[in-house]
């Protein structure tokens, strides 16, 4: 069993309830009635789901919200006297209902729906580029540790790289590196020049980059390029840390491995630091040997340059 932050339960819950007070309090959630509307934050809601979902029942509902049952019967009432939404008879289930909204429904939610874009816009719009990508990236990591497996076991896929993926590549690296490490622009630098390279010269009978990505959020890649005729080179492999932990990265090395020895490599290589630690257990996982180290300051902070092998 997991213990709570150290100096005790009393500190953690405090943060977490100040944290839900000032974020209940910036979007607008207090009182009866949200974005100027007649109807409460629960109320909304129900309306969203009902607007983005085809096919829910009450039950879904219910499930989908935490919502109790006949807290929100009442709520589904109110809806039909005001012909918000309407019940069809479920052609699956006899007992249960499949729940619509309305032309008047949709109308009404409209412009909650606008409104309430519009509030998240003013409250991004104070904070830089950079802080904004950090807001969205801490409420992501909220969503996936606290989602109850449910956001972190959904399924992704994994495709070649389009347009757009190499600004990604290296905006990722350029940020996450220097976040976790303390790397400085000298690293970008050395990954937009990787990128392009693979660009210019890419060779798809040989080459391929691979992008991990769920609900259109990208959640990590690799590149295996030629290095020479017998050895291709593992390159910029990178997991997103609120994807950390579901199996991607072992997957996205996999498919290097299975990718070389496809094309007919004898070996991979590979060049990491010793600062990167769970990287380095993954390659050994796979199969990959450390050949060789050598320390560096290449990227500013002092750390040990590894070289890591695999034969095919």
Avoid at 11 to 20: D, I, L, P, T, Y
Avoid at 146 to 152: A, K, M, Q
Avoid at 165 to 187: N, Q, S
Avoid at 217 to 237: M, P, W, Y
Wanted: net charge neutral.
């Amino acid at each position: 069993m997991s213990v709570l932050l150290q100096g005790g339960s009393n500190q953690a819950v405090g943060a977490v309830r100040q944290f839900n007070r000032f974020y209940t309090k910036q979007i607008g959630a207090l009182g009866d009635q949200h974005l100027d509307s007649p109807f409460s934050l629960t109320e909304v809601r129900v309306l969203y789901e009902l607007d983005r979902r085809d096919m829910m029942t009450a039950t879904d509902l219910s499930k989908e919200l935490g919502l109790d049952a006949g807290y929100l019967s009442r709520i589904l009432r109110g809806f039909e006297k005001k012909e918000l939404i309407l019940r069809r008879p479920s052609e699956s289930d006899g007992r249960q209902s499949i729940l619509l909204l309305t032309d008047k429904g949709r109308q009404a939610f409209a412009p909650l729906n606008q409104r309430a874009g519009q509030a998240v816009e003013r409250l991004l719009t104070v904070l830089s580029a950079s802080e904004q990508s950090q807001v969205i990236e801490a409420m992501r990591k909220i969503q996936a540790l606290l989602g109850g497996g449910r956001e972190r076991n959904a399924p992704y896929i994994l495709r070649t790289h389009q347009p757009g993926d190499m600004g990604w590549v290296v905006h990722r690296h350029a940020v996450l590196y220097a976040r976790e490490y303390g790397y400085d622009e000298r690293f970008e630098a050395l990954v937009a020049e990787i990128v392009a390279k693979f660009i210019h010269h890419f060779d798809p009978a040989r080459e391929r980059c691979w992008v991990a990505e769920r609900d259109g959020d990208i959640l990590g890649s690799v590149f295996l390029v030629k290095h020479t005729e017998q050895v291709a080179q593992l390159r910029l492999f990178l997991v997103e840390p609120t994807a950390r932990g579901q199996g991607i990265g072992t997957r996205l090395v996999n498919e290097c491995i299975r990718f070389g020895r496809q094309c007919g490599y004898e070996k991979i290589a590979l060049w990491t630091n010793d600062v990167q630690k769970d990287a380095g257990r993954l390659y050994e996982r796979t199969g990959f040997n450390l050949v060789r180290e050598e320390p560096h300051e290449e990227f500013g902070p002092r750390v040990v340059g590894q070289t890591f092998e695999l034969a095919l």
